[in-house]
């Protein structure tokens, strides 16, 4: 039988989601947790890899069992083996040509930016902060820039493994909650690095050390030295992964947790 999980995550404690033979992943904390419900070993594959530092709000993996236990057993009985910082919102049966991975149509990122003069103390490790005003308007104008089908070459990381740096970005919102910016990204897949380095780069425009227009500049030339530094990992979250509705699996409704003045 193979089962998908809807899974939501704090990343500050973790090295990133992949297993790592020091452990201390969310992947290994949770292939730990289902491990002890199955009676036996469980290994899953997710939809994305999240760095350090990475949060989810729904990241989807997807495992196989052959063992039959009730889906609440998936969900409030693993999460009574994970950590605080790890939990299942769902589980649903699928057929075994699902992927978590594969079978995705989308991936949506958020980036939470305190923007003011002073860092934040509440929201340190949950939010990114930049110091100097920023000039919402120029950041969006950029971003359209970025919409479309384009070789992300620029944004990406030097240790990217993606086959090809072609990538079509759906979509970006960029708005001003209080003292926070938001940034929502849709696109078919993303690169290693690449939203906290978007986040750097439109950062650089918003303080207005480049016109909006450099953005394409730096698309177009494909060279990452010449892009602005990548973003810290602290805002940063796996929002959600879209899927054919063939499929059926839960629409999970967003906490309404957010950062506002």
């Given at each position: 039988?193979?089962?998908?999980?809807?899974?939501?995550?704090?990343?500050r404690?973790?090295?990133g989601?992949?297993?790592?033979?020091?452990?201390a992943?969310?992947?290994?904390s949770?292939?730990?947790?289902?491990?002890r419900?199955a009676d036996?070993p469980?290994?899953?594959?997710?939809?994305?890899?999240?760095?350090a530092?990475?949060?989810?709000?729904?990241?989807?993996v997807h495992?196989d069992?052959?063992v039959q236990?009730?889906?609440?057993?998936w969900?409030?009985?693993?999460n009574?083996?994970?950590?605080d910082?790890?939990?299942?919102?769902w589980?649903h049966?699928v057929p075994?040509?699902?992927?978590?991975?594969?079978?995705?149509q989308?991936r949506?990122y958020?980036?939470?930016?305190?923007?003011?003069?002073?860092r934040?103390a509440?929201?340190a490790?949950?939010?990114g902060?930049?110091?100097?005003?920023?000039?919402?308007?120029?950041?969006?104008?950029?971003?359209?820039?970025?919409?479309?089908?384009?070789?992300?070459?620029a944004?990406?990381?030097a240790e990217?493994?993606?086959?090809?740096?072609v990538?079509?970005?759906n979509s970006?919102d960029?708005?001003?909650?209080g003292?926070?910016?938001?940034?929502d990204?849709?696109?078919?897949?993303f690169?290693h690095?690449?939203?906290?380095?978007?986040?750097?780069?439109l950062?650089y425009?918003?303080k207005g050390?480049?016109?909006?227009?450099?953005i394409?500049?730096?698309l177009?030339g494909?060279?990452?030295?010449?892009?602005?530094?990548?973003?810290?990992?602290d805002g940063?979250?796996?929002r959600?992964?879209q899927?054919?509705?063939?499929?059926?699996?839960?629409?999970?409704?967003?906490s309404g947790?957010?950062?506002?003045?």
């Amino acid at each position: 039988m193979r089962i998908a999980l809807g899974v939501e995550y704090d990343g500050r404690p973790y090295l990133g989601w992949q297993s790592q033979p020091v452990g201390a992943t969310v992947q290994h904390s949770l292939q730990q947790a289902l491990s002890r419900i199955a009676d036996a070993p469980v290994s899953v594959v997710a939809a994305g890899r999240t760095d350090a530092g990475v949060h989810a709000l729904e990241q989807v993996v997807h495992f196989d069992s052959t063992v039959q236990r009730p889906l609440s057993a998936w969900v409030r009985g693993v999460n009574s083996e994970l950590p605080d910082s790890i939990a299942v919102r769902w589980a649903h049966v699928v057929p075994d040509e699902f992927h978590a991975r594969f079978s995705a149509q989308a991936r949506s990122y958020r980036y939470l930016l305190i923007n003011r003069s002073v860092r934040s103390a509440v929201h340190a490790g949950r939010a990114g902060w930049f110091h100097l005003p920023l000039d919402i308007v120029a950041m969006q104008e950029a971003a359209q820039y970025l919409l479309g089908e384009h070789d992300f070459s620029a944004f990406r990381a030097a240790e990217c493994q993606a086959k090809s740096p072609v990538k079509c970005m759906n979509s970006i919102d960029i708005r001003r909650i209080g003292e926070t910016l938001v940034f929502d990204f849709s696109a078919n897949a993303f690169l290693h690095h690449m939203v906290r380095n978007l986040v750097g780069c439109l950062v650089y425009v918003g303080k207005g050390k480049h016109p909006p227009s450099w953005i394409a500049e730096i698309l177009a030339g494909r060279e990452r030295r010449l892009a602005a530094p990548t973003f810290a990992p602290d805002g940063l979250y796996l929002r959600s992964i879209q899927y054919d509705a063939k499929w059926g699996l839960p629409q999970i409704q967003e906490s309404g947790w957010r950062i506002e003045d």
